[in-house]
C-alpha cells in the first residue's frame, strides 16, 4: 500500500517534467520564428541584386540606390548567420561576396569602396577611399566564411588575410597605435589623429590575432582599450562620442561639424554601437566599460535617440530601434540588466519598418547574435 503514493509522486514528477520540456520547446521555436520571420524581412526589403553581386539598399525610398561598405559588412554576417539556421547557403553569400570583389579600391587594395551609387543594377559612381567600419566587419565575415565553407572554391581564407593586411597598413595611424576612420585619413591630413571609437571590437581584434597568427592585433586591442578607458572617465555617464581626436597623449570629444555633423562629439549614430561591440568581448576592461554605460541607461526611464556625453538627450525621440538594439544586446548578456531587457525588447519583437535601413539592419543582426528569447 505504501508503494501507491511514491509511484504517484514518480507520475506527477514525470509529467511536470514533460511540461517544462513542452514550453521550453515552444520558447525555442517562438525565437526561431521570430529571428526567421526577422531575417526575411531584412533581406526581401534591403538585399538587392546587381550585375556585379547583391548589396544592402542603405536608402530604400529614392531612386538612386546607394550601397555602403558600412551595409555591407552587416549584410555578410547577416548572411552567415542565416546559414547557420539552413536560411541561406554559400550561393547566396557569394552573391555579397562577389560585389565586395567587384568594389575593392584597386587589384592591389582589397579595401571596398566605402559607398556606390546605383541605376537600374548598374553602378555609376564609386567612392575611391574606404571606411574602416565596413572592412572590419568584412574581414571578420571572410573568416567566418572560410570556416563555414571550408571546401569552398572561394578562397576566403586567402581574402581576409589580404584586406586585414590593407587595414593595418592604410588604415593605422602608427603615432597613437589606433585605427583612422578611413585610408584618406593620410598622415598629411588633420584627420589622421582622428577615431571613430565604435571601430574598436575587441572580440574581433581577438579573431585576427588568432586567425593571422600576427601580435599586431593584440597591441591594437590594448592601445584602444586604453582610449576607451580615457574617455569613459571623462563623463559620470560613461557615454563615448562618435569621434574623438587621439594626439600627444590626450584624447578628447570631436567637437560639433569637425567631421559628420552636429553629433560629432555626442554619444550618436556612430557611437550607439557600442554597446553591442563591447558585450561581444570578455575583455575585463571593455566591461568596465560597457558596464558603466549600461548603468547610465539602467538609471533612465526611457531610451533616447542619442545623448550629450553629460547624458542629456538630443532628441525627443524615444523609439529608436539603432539605438536600442545594440543596448538590448548588451543587457542580455547580464542578469542586472534585466529591466533593460524587458524595456527595450519592443527593438525586436516589434518588427522591422521597412524604411530604416541603419536600424532594420543592426536589429536583424542582433537579433540573430542574441538568439532573442
Known sequence: MRKRPAIMWSLLALLFLGYVATVMITIKDNQT??????????????????????????????????SLSEGHGYGMLITLQA???????????????????????????????????????????????????????????????????????????????????????????STNNLLTVGDWATKDSKFYDLIRP??????????F??????????????????????LSKQHKSGLIPDFAWVKNDTIEPAKKNQVAGANDGNYGANACRIPWRLAT???????????????????ENTIAEGYTLAGKPISSNTRSKSFSAPILYAANQKEAYGNLVNSQSWAIS??????DYYGDTLTTLIAMQMNYK
Open 33 to 66: 520564428n521570430l529571428e526567421k520571420k526577422t531575417y526575411q524581412k531584412w533581406r526581401s526589403t534591403y538585399v538587392k541584386e546587381s550585375d556585379d553581386g547583391d548589396f544592402v539598399e542603405t536608402t530604400p525610398d529614392e531612386k538612386t540606390d546607394v
Open 83 to 173: 546559414a547557420k539556421r539552413g536560411w541561406a547557403s554559400e550561393e547566396t553569400f557569394d552573391g555579397f561576396y562577389r560585389y565586395y570583389k567587384k568594389f575593392q579600391l584597386s587589384a592591389e587594395n582589397p579595401l571596398m569602396s566605402w559607398r556606390q551609387k546605383l541605376e537600374d543594377g548598374k553602378a555609376v559612381e564609386k567612392e575611391t577611399s574606404n571606411a574602416t567600419d565596413g572592412d572590419l566587419d568584412i574581414a571578420y565575415a571572410l573568416i567566418e566564411a572560410s570556416e563555414q565553407w571550408p571546401d569552398s572554391q572561394n578562397d576566403y581564407k586567402k581574402d581576409a588575410q589580404k584586406l586585414l593586411t590593407a587595414i593595418k597598413t592604410r588604415n593605422y595611424n
Open 198 to 207: 565604435s571601430d574598436i571590437i575587441p572580440s574581433y581584434f581577438d579573431k
Open 209 to 230: 590575432a588568432a586567425f593571422s597568427d600576427d601580435d599586431f592585433w593584440h597591441s591594437l586591442k590594448t592601445s584602444s582599450a586604453a582610449a576607451l578607458n580615457t
Open 281 to 299: 568581448s570578455n575583455d575585463a576592461s571593455s566591461n568596465q566599460v560597457l558596464s558603466k554605460m549600461m548603468n547610465f541607461f539602467l538609471a
Open 350 to 355: 516589434d518588427g522591422l519598418s521597412a524604411n
